[in-house]
């Protein structure tokens, strides 16, 4: 994984991109086991001490497992410095095994990133829409969620989270739409949009335009580039 990061790390640098945040997905399953959840995070905290002045990690857990999730969150929120939490598709945010971690996660003060998208060819059986990644954000009013992918939420999903000021949106997922950023800042505010690539699925320059290309103001796309993540993860940052 260090070799395959370098080139990564590289083009953040040229397009200007201080701090990248990782977390990785161990091996892409829907419910991977707690060991292999653990590799995946072990991968990434090495990748930390390679670059500690550039590389923000997110621990990914499973809540399937909810005791070895917690171990992880000790493991490498507390004692290993990682950033946030990241969960993916193994339980609908709605699950009540979130609730214990979403509960952490505002007792360290530190945000989750969870997958959100409509789907129009169909959700998989546990994959979160933004009106589940809603529910839990009022469900847990004092902890901070960014819901991941922009452009899987639409309109639609922008709506649905607008009411829960905790709760954030990135701007990945998909390739640059017109009037999708902006329509984001109209209805949540510039300071709930946060830059994010899905890199090395998406480059950082089509993720870039997305913002650079949007009719906002330059304090608007300021917060956006960085203003807002810095907010979100100043625990790490302050360290």
């Known amino acids: 994984m260090r070799a395959e990061f370098r080139p990564a ?6 397009h200007g991109i201080d701090w990248v945040c990782l977390n990785a997905l161990a091996d892409w399953t829907e419910s991977p086991t707690p060991v292999r959840v653990r590799k995946a995070n072990d991968a990434v905290l090495a990748l ?3 670059y500690p002045d550039r590389v923000l990690r997110f621990c990914y857990v499973n809540p399937r497992y909810p005791d070895d999730s917690m171990k992880e969150i000790e493991r490498c929120v507390v004692r290993g410095g990682m950033a946030g939490i990241k969960l993916w598709i193994a339980c609908s945010a709605r699950d009540k095994r979130v609730d ?5 996660a505002a007792e360290l ?10 789907n129009a060819r169909g959700q998989k059986p546990n994959e979160s829409t933004p009106a589940d990644v809603a529910a839990m954000a009022a469900k847990h009013p004092d902890t901070m969620i960014v819901m991941a992918h922009l452009t899987g939420a639409g309109e639609r999903g922008i709506s649905e989270i607008a009411p829960y000021e905790n709760l954030s949106v990135d701007i990945s997922g998909g390739e640059p739409e017109a009037g999708v950023v902006e329509l984001a800042v109209k209805k949540l505010g510039a300071n709930r ?14 993720t ?9 103001t330059a304090r608007e796309k300021k917060l956006i580039l960085g203003g807002n993540a810095e907010q979100l993860l100043s625990r790490r940052l302050a360290r």
């Open 9 to 14: 790390l590289r083009a953040a640098k040229h």
């Open 48 to 50: 930390m001490e390679d």
């Open 100 to 104: 214990a971690i979403a509960q952490r």
């Open 109 to 118: 003060r530190v945000p989750i990133l969870q997958h959100a998208w409509y």
């Open 193 to 206: 949009v946060v830059f994010g690539t899905d890199t090395p699925i998406r480059s950082y320059g089509m």
């Open 208 to 216: 870039l335009g997305k913002v650079v290309g949007a009719k906002l």
